[in-house]
Nanobody, 127 residues
Framework: VQLQASGGGLVQTGGSLRLSCAAS????????MGWFRQAPGKERELVAA????????YYTDSVKGRFTISRDNVKNTMYLQMNTLKPEDTAVYYC?????????????????????WGQGTLVTVSS
């Protein structure tokens, strides 16, 4: 599967952005999907993930109540709605596909079982 992320940009504190990740090449609904982010000098971290049919979602604690992950399996696209953005949300955001949720939830820099990565999209939140 090939992934193309878009939607990043510059926003003020408290603002909103919606990221999109368009998939092609394989049956989209077969994949769990996720959004990771990497801030300068920090490791890449999982922000949110969603199962293949969208029935279950995961959020890291710092974004709960502010970010919403969703997917449209007809359009082969995943989204991340980001509200009430904070300067600490500033990072390059990557979309990713995994054969199962464990592939995404268990990601570390030393154990990468992610099937595919999209190119990053930069989100900058100004204070």
């Amino acid at each position: 599967v090939q992934l193309q992320a878009s939607g990043g940009g510059l926003v003020q504190t408290g603002g909103s952005l919606r990221l999109s990740c368009a998939a092609s090449g394989r049956t989209f609904s077969n994949y769990a999907m996720g959004w990771f982010r990497q801030a300068p000098g920090k490791e890449r971290e999982l922000v949110a993930a969603i199962t293949g049919r969208g029935h279950s979602q995961y959020y890291t604690d710092s974004v709960k109540g502010r970010f919403t992950i969703s997917r449209d399996n007809v359009k082969n696209t995943m989204y991340l709605q980001m509200n009430t953005l904070k300067p600490e949300d500033t990072a390059v955001y990557y979309c990713a596909a995994g054969s199962q949720m464990h592939s995404l939830l268990g990601y570390t820099a030393h154990e990468d079982n992610v099937d595919a990565w999209g190119q990053g999209t930069l989100v900058t939140v100004s204070s």
